[in-house]
């Protein structure tokens, strides 16, 4: 009896968020107005912060850092690497692809996109066989079965996540595998989008 009135209960929190989403204010876009990604802690509705007076997080409020290392990114951070906006962010995250948080541990605690996994860019080249490739002894990578992956770091003037992708690339990993949001964690901020706290 609990079950079935748990699961009663489910459908109708279901329909209460479904019903909520299409009353926001502030859409992700006309069509969609949140997305839900499945995380380690279970589910999570990234929607963007509704309150039509906010402001960016001071932390990426800042305009100019020094060059280097903090130098602007190109469009195409390498040949066969596709760079993505917010939206097909969401929808390869809301299909289950793989987001990696290219960031230093710190960062990532602080605040990442809702089910991103912490690969920070000086440890990607030897954790490979978390997204698909293998090792024999201490040959090079296999990375035949490698996955889809997305990676991310600060914003356009950050290059941990393009060096990450640089030690992928030069370790084998199939570049039409790999998705980079170029905007990154500032451009996250300033559309207001959900930010959780990272995992360790």
Same mark, same amino acid.
Request: proline share 6%; hydrophobic share 40%; charged share 20%.
């Given at each position: /009896? $609990? ?5 009663? %209960? *489910? ?5 209460? &968020? ?6 926001? &204010?502030?859409?992700i876009n006309s069509s969609t107005p949140s997305v839900t990604v499945d995380t380690v802690? =279970? ?5 963007? $912060?509704?309150?039509? !007076? %906010? &402001? ?10 020094? *060059? ?11 040949? =066969? ?7 097909? @962010? ?8 793989? @987001? ?17 996994? $912490?690969?920070?860019? &000086?440890?990607? %080249?030897?954790?490979? !066989?978390?997204?698909? *490739?293998?090792? !024999?002894? $201490? +040959?090079?990578?296999?990375?035949v079965n490698a996955e889809e992956v997305l990676l991310f770091c600060n914003g356009q003037w950050c290059g941990q996540s393009? /060096? %990450?992708?640089?030690? /992928?690339?030069?370790? +084998? ?9 170029? +905007? ?7 559309? +207001? @989008? ?7």
């Amino acid at each position: /009896m $609990n079950k079935i009135f748990a699961g009663i %209960a *489910c459908i109708f929190c279901l329909t209460v &968020t479904a019903a909520s989403a299409e009353e926001l &204010t502030v859409k992700i876009n006309s069509s969609t107005p949140s997305v839900t990604v499945d995380t380690v802690n =279970g589910p999570v509705e990234i929607i963007r $912060n509704q309150d039509t !007076d %906010a &402001t960016i997080d001071s932390k990426y409020a800042k305009t100019s850092r020094a *060059c280097p290392p903090f130098c602007i990114q190109p469009m195409e951070v390498a040949p =066969g690497v596709t760079t993505v906006g917010e939206i097909e @962010l969401l929808e390869f995250a809301k299909k289950g692809g793989k @987001l990696i948080d290219g960031r230093t541990i710190e960062w990532h605690v602080d605040g990442t996109i809702p089910g991103a996994i $912490n690969m920070p860019y &000086t440890e990607m %080249a030897s954790r490979l !066989d978390e997204i698909g *490739c293998v090792r !024999d002894a $201490n +040959g090079p990578w296999n990375c035949v079965n490698a996955e889809e992956v997305l990676l991310f770091c600060n914003g356009q003037w950050c290059g941990q996540s393009p /060096m %990450a992708i640089k030690a /992928m690339l030069r370790e +084998g990993y199939p570049p039409e595998k790999i998705f980079y949001y170029r +905007g990154g964690m500032q451009a996250w901020h300033t559309l +207001g @989008l959900t930010v959780v706290e990272g995992e360790m």
